[in-house]
T-cell receptor
Framework: DVKVTQSSRYLVKRTGEKVFLECVQD?????MFWYRQDPGLGLRLIYFSYDVKMKEKGDIPEGYSVSREKKERFSLILESASTNQTSMYLC??????????????FGSGTQLSVL | AQKITQTQPGMFVQEKEAVTLDCTYDTSDPSYGLFWYKQPSSGEMIFLIY??????QNATEGRYSLNFQKARKSANLVISASQLGDSAMYFC?????????FGAGTRLTVKP
């Protein structure tokens, strides 16, 4: 079974801190995604990556950056955390390439609270 | 930019009855995929069903079927014979090649 692992289930940070959210997948997937989930807004795409060192902005990239130095790992970085970044963050991966348009496999999420 | 719209924030259905969850999408790409995911209160995201834009027939997976109307750009999820365990958030999503975007979701409550 595919496993997508997010490093923390709950995280509490202070305003202005630099925050790293880590995600690792074990199925050699090419695509990796970061979403944030807020009530009434669904899942909004922050960034995605279709290959090592490649990244694409999603719909709400402001205040975030990402890093993909290795195929299995995709990191989301909040450069200077703000209270409006308090949210559930979901990482996901999929095959990509010739197997585009395949389903996503999700991690269990990180509930981030910025105080 | 692609957009996915779910107009029903909440729905109620009686146990054993069928329910339709609405989803419309907007894209100018000829090739895309449509998905439905279920998120129970535990928070995990569960893939339910997939429809490709070139598929002629509506997708079915057990009690789930996707009513795909390409000209109307709609991809409604039909759940037959609802069960109490179907109570959850349901998200419609669309992908083009490498990305995937989601609607705001519909919270379905199944009443005994």
């Amino acid at each position: 079974d595919v496993k997508v692992t997010q490093s923390s289930r709950y995280l509490v940070k202070r305003t202005g801190e630099k925050v790293f959210l880590e995600c690792v997948q074990d199925m050699d997937h090419e695509n990796m995604f970061w979403y944030r989930q807020d009530p009434g807004l669904g899942l909004r795409l922050i960034y995605f990556s279709y290959d090592v060192k490649m990244k694409e902005k999603g719909d709400i990239p402001e205040g975030y950056s990402v890093s993909r130095e290795k195929k299995e790992r995709f990191s989301l970085i909040l450069e200077s955390a703000s209270t409006n970044q308090t949210s559930m963050y979901l990482c996901a991966s999929s095959w990509g390439g010739a197997r585009a348009n395949e389903k996503l496999f999700f991690g269990s999420g990180t509930q981030l609270s910025v105080l | 930019a692609q957009k996915i719209t779910q107009t029903q924030p909440g729905m109620f259905v009686q146990e054993k009855e069928a329910v339709t969850l609405d989803c419309t999408y907007d894209t100018s790409d000829p090739s895309y995929g449509l998905f439905w995911y279920k998120q129970p209160s535990s928070g995990e995201m569960i893939f339910l069903i997939y429809q490709g834009s070139y598929d002629q027939q509506n997708a079915t997976e057990g009690r789930y079927s996707l009513n795909f109307q390409k000209a109307r750009k709609s991809a409604n999820l039909v759940i037959s014979a609802s069960q109490l365990g179907d109570s959850a958030m349901y998200f419609c999503a669309m992908s083009r090649t490498n990305d995937m975007r989601f609607g705001a979701g519909t919270r379905l409550t199944v009443k005994p």
